[in-house]
């Protein structure tokens, strides 16, 4: 596709049980970042993927939250024993250089 | 954390009348980006504004950038009903070039 595209779109889990985001840049983009938006604030960074460098984790809130990419393509972001306050949208986006980045349209996590 | 912050946090305009918002931040900058949001939407983004430039137009939008107060503002001229959305401006330290650092938002209701 032309966009940024995550899946899924909607995720309602219970307290507890792991989960797993996913995030498809667009071709050709080497970084991809993961950001976590909680309602009513702005956008926390998470983690960063540039080609085959070591990722930025600087971002991951807990250690149950870890993510992986394929090359410089697909990437997953892994939360493990969800816990109610990991309830937001979790934004991807990807970009060629550091300048503009393309945003997916995110994931709604809602932990019960 | 998050090194911007718009001003205000809501505001509501009259269709075909003028938005600005305004974003502060605290550290020195390569580089600073608005992005729009709309409800339900992924994160589009708008301008970007280097360091060394004071002032950008793109279309009916207008930004400048004061690094002596590190401040932007974002004008939006002849407003329309689809401008209705939140607007996040977004900061690139000179010390991490590729972390985009986020406020909470100013969220725009254009009425018609």
């Known amino acids: 596709g032309a966009g940024v595209s995550q899946s899924p779109s909607n995720k309602v889990t219970e307290k507890g049980k792991d989960v797993e985001l996913r995030c498809d840049p667009i071709?050709?983009?080497?970084?991809l970042y993961w950001y976590r938006q909680r309602l009513g604030q702005g956008l926390e960074f998470l983690i960063y993927?540039?080609?085959?460098?070591?990722?930025?984790k600087s971002g991951l809130p807990s250690d149950r939250f870890s993510a992986e990419r394929t090359g410089e393509s697909v990437s997953t972001l892994t939360i493990q024993r969800t816990q109610q306050e990991d309830s937001a949208v979790y934004l991807c986006?990807?970009?060629?250089?550091?300048?503009?980045?393309?945003f997916g349209p995110g994931t709604r996590l809602t932990v019960l | 954390s998050q090194q911007g912050e718009e001003d205000p946090q809501a505001l509501s305009i009259q269709e075909g009348e003028n938005a600005t918002m305004n974003c502060s931040y605290k550290?020195?900058?390569?580089?600073l980006q608005w992005y729009r949001q709309n409800s339900g939407r992924g994160l589009v983004h708008l301008i970007l504004?280097?360091?060394?430039?004071r002032e950008k137009h793109s279309g009916r939008l207008r930004v400048t950038l004061d690094t002596s107060k590190k401040s932007s503002s974002l004008l939006i001229t002849a407003s329309r009903a689809a401008d209705t959305a939140s607007y996040f401006c977004?900061?690139?330290?000179?010390?991490?070039?590729?972390?985009?650092?986020f406020g909470a938002g100013t969220t725009v209701t254009v009425r018609a």
């Open positions: 504004i280097r360091s060394n430039e």
């Open positions: 986006a990807s970009s060629r250089d550091f300048m503009g980045q393309f």
């Open positions: 071709s050709g983009h080497t970084a």
């Open positions: 550290t020195s900058i390569n580089n």
């Open positions: 977004a900061t690139i330290s000179r010390s991490n070039d590729y972390k985009l650092s």
């Open positions: 993927f540039q080609g085959n460098s070591a990722p930025d």
